[in-house]
């Protein structure tokens, strides 16, 4: 056995390192113990998965929810630029869809350099 392999099992065990990652990833998390969308799991997941019908459900039951300004809150602090797909906070963000293959991805495309740069 690798000194790796036995660091990751003692790691592993109660009160070890994983645990303690895990309780500070989670740390500055918020609890919203009371959200809606905690009794209606599978509509949220089918949400995020592009499904219409469960998106518009989902917006509804988040209308109504006691914590609607915190998720908001959250996860624009979480995700800035775009959220996951599904609903967070009334809101829907489909999936991303795959590019065809052979298409070029936007984020890969070449850049042209400023003028200032390409003296």
């Known amino acids: 056995m690798t000194a790796t392999a036995r660091r990751t099992r003692r790691d ?11 309780a500070a990833i989670l740390a500055g998390q918020p609890r919203l113990t009371d959200a809606a969308c905690r009794q209606h799991v599978e509509t949220f997941d089918r949400a995020a998965d592009g499904d219409r019908d ?3 459900a989902a917006v509804v039951i988040c209308q109504s929810c006691p914590v609607v ?4 809150a959250w996860i624009a602090e979480a995700h800035p630029r775009r959220p ?7 809101q829907f963000t489909p999936p991303v869809k795959s590019r065809k293959k052979g298409r070029p991805n936007d984020q890969h495309r070449p850049h042209r350099l400023p003028e200032v740069l390409r003296r």
Request: with cysteine; net charge negative.
């Open 54 to 56: 469960a998106a518009e």
């Open 84 to 90: 996951p797909p599904g609903v967070w906070a009334a």
């Open 12 to 22: 592993a065990a109660p009160g070890g390192g994983v645990v303690d990652l895990l």
């Open 69 to 72: 300004d915190q998720c908001a």
